[in-house]
Structures are given as C-alpha cells and as structure tokens.
C-alpha cells in the first residue's frame, strides 16, 4: 500500500466553507488537500438562493458577516472571476397582518448600528415611491443598500480554482469513509483507497458533518432540510435589491432577486423531504405552488410569468439555528464549520477567513463562543 499523501490541513467538504478555507489557508503559507465526496459546490452551497444578506442575523454574527461582506467586494479581484455579486440591496418586508414586526425590525436596525450594519426603515409613501412592485399587504421594510446577491453555482469552484493556483490539492468524487488520529496526525480514507495524512483536519461537510464529529466522541444533533428553489423565463432586468419576507410563518417565508440575464430566482415556504444518505430530495409540487403563491403575494406581477425550473438542495440545521464553528473540545487539531442552517452563504468567505486565520496562528478576532461543539452537551 502506498504511504499516505501529506499536507498541513486535510479539509473534509468542498463547499464555500471548505473551498475558501482552502483558499485562505494558502494565502498563509500552509499545504492544503480538500476533499470533496462529489463536485465542488454541489450540495448547498451550490444550489441555494444566493442571498448576500447581513440583516437577519444574531447580533453576535454581524462580525463574521462583516468579515464575509469585504471579501465579497473584492471576490472579483480576488478569485480572478466573476461570480455575479452584485452589490444592489438587501430588503426584508412584513405584512399588515403582523404589524408587531414591524417594530421588531425597527429594534433590530437600532441594535446593529453598534455592529457597522446601516439599514434604512421604510414604510407609507416613502416605501411605495421607492419599491412600486411591492404587494398591497407589505406594511414596512428594512433596507440594506450595502448588501446584494450572487451566483451560487459559481462560488465554489471559483474559490476552490483560486485554490489550486496557490498550489492546493483538491480531490473530487472522493468520498471519505473513515477519519482517525493516529499519534499526531489524523488519517483519512477515501472509498476509493486512498489515504491522506496531515496534523490538521478541518470538517466542512454540511448536513454530513455531524457523522465525523460523531467519530471523534462529539454527537451533534444536527437534521437536514431542503428548501424549494425556482425560477422564472427572463424578463426585462428591474428588481435589483433580493426581497425577502419576515415571518414566524413558514409557509409566508419566501424571497426573490432577480439576474441581469432578467430570470427571477425565489425560494421558501415548504422545505421539501432530504435523505442526506442517499444524496437526495424529493422536489413536492405542492411545494413550488405554495412558493408561487406566497411570492405573488408579495409582488403581484410575477403571477404573469413562467416558471421554467425547480430545485433543491440539503442543508444542515442545528437546533438553535447556529452552526457548529471552531476547534473541537475532544480532539486537537481537529476543526469544524457546518450546520449554517440555510444562512451559510453570505458568510461562507468570512468562514474560511476565520478558519485559516485560527488554524494558522492559533487565535482569531471572531468570537466562535456562540459556536462551540459542545454547547448541547448536557448540564
């Protein structure tokens, strides 16, 4: 049997948070092999909305998502490709029927000002004059202008390229069936044969994570979910902020952004039913006419259109919605960054930034407290 191939870091999950990790751990100087069970970008990160939202989150994420949101500007520059970020807005919207939320929002804005996150509240007029496309039963919105939307197909790869044009070794349709630490290092094993040895072993593997964690004595209570995608024949190009609708409703949980091609592209409602084993969902109609009536509610207009495609991918939700983000408690060496809950994307760039930086130097500005593996650990 051949000797395992070394490298500083082994990353487990090609992801965004596993490809920019790559990315950034080059940057720093230290060998890198991502190991990716499919294709690069495949699973979530490859098939979500692509919302490039801060807005929404915990007050203690906005300074992982400012991290996230300098290196989206320069993605560009950055990956040598153009991934579609378009820095046009972000807006969040309530319904009369759940006026309440309203001053939630209002809240929210106050709170992440301490946070460099700037949002303008609308309403009345003001709201109508500048978003007319807006449903009859929108009441308010928040609006980040610094904010926007990218091609979730095309970060990934681009990230995991770049990558490889720092001298990273990436392995795809490399499915990993067993992680060990042997001495100082940690062994992997691929279906295929191969094995790849380093003293670090970062878990980026999304809705899979938990069953590597589960190998290294830290169980983790993570399930899966898979929401409902669409979109739209092209149109003429003329919604440029994402919207996205604030709800404890799930089934009024929807939102939409349209391309420069002119597509629509809108997701939520319904999740669909996932069988992370066997790398499936199960697309509902019932689903998709759920989404198309919500989004109808909120833009009227797009009830003229037709929708072309639907999909799904799987993702990884934790029970409090966090992920799990940061050094192991059981194992040295041994990393994670899974379970964003459907919100990974945004952050996906700072993710990786944050990763390298702590696998690199041992310390990070980023508080990972509210990540910790063991948080659900009893008592």
């Not at 094995?195 to 069953?211: E, K, N, Y």
């Not at 109808?296 to 799987?314: D, E, H, K, Y």
Request: charged content about 20%.
């Amino acid at each position: 049997m051949t000797a395992p191939a070394s490298s500083d870091v082994i990353i487990v999950g090609g992801g965004i948070m596993g490809s920019s990790a790559a990315f950034f751990l080059r940057r720093r100087g230290l060998s890198v092999t991502l190991l990716e069970s499919d294709l690069i970008g495949r699973q979530a990160s490859g098939t979500n909305f692509g919302n490039v939202r801060r807005q929404g989150r915990p007050l203690y994420q906005l300074a992982l998502a400012n991290r996230a949101i300098a290196i989206w500007r320069e993605a560009e520059a950055l990956l040598d490709c153009d991934v579609e970020y378009r820095q046009f807005g972000h807006m969040r919207v309530c319904y009369r029927t759940r006026p309440e939320l309203a001053a939630t929002m209002e809240q929210y804005a106050a709170d992440a000002r301490q946070s460099d996150l700037d949002l303008e509240m609308l309403s009345g007029n003001m709201l109508r004059t500048r978003f007319p496309f807006l449903g009859e039963e929108v009441l308010a919105a928040s609006y980040s202008p610094l904010c926007g939307h990218a091609n979730p197909r095309l970060v990934s790869p681009a990230f995991a390229r770049a990558a490889q044009r720092l001298g990273a070794m990436v392995h795809e349709r490399c499915a990993v069936t067993e992680t060990a630490k042997m001495g100082d290092d940690f062994v992997v094993a691929a279906a295929d044969g191969r094995q790849f040895r380093a003293p670090v072993l970062l878990i980026t593997a999304g809705a899979w994570g938990d069953r590597f964690a589960a190998a290294f004595g830290e169980p983790l209570p993570l399930t899966s979910r898979a929401p409902n995608m669409c979109v739209t024949e092209p149109l003429p190009y003329a919604l440029r902020p994402s919207v996205g609708v604030v709800t404890p409703d799930t089934e009024e949980s929807v939102y939409i952004r349209q391309v420069e091609r002119g597509n629509l592209v809108m997701g939520g409602s319904f999740y669909n039913p996932s069988y992370p084993d066997r790398y499936r969902v199960d697309v509902r109609p019932e689903n998709s006419l759920s989404l198309w009536r919500q989004i109808q509610r909120l833009i009227p207009a797009v009830g003229r259109v037709s929708v072309i495609r639907t999909w799904s991918g799987i993702e990884g939700y934790l029970p409090d919605s966090a992920p799990v983000m940061g050094p192991s408690m059981t194992t040295s060496g041994l990393y994670y960054a899974f379970g964003f809950a459907g919100a990974g994307f945004q952050l996906g760039p700072g993710v990786g930034d944050t990763m390298a930086e702590l696998i690199a130097t041992g310390r990070t500005d980023i508080d990972l407290a509210p990540y910790r593996a063991d948080r659900f650990s009893a008592g």
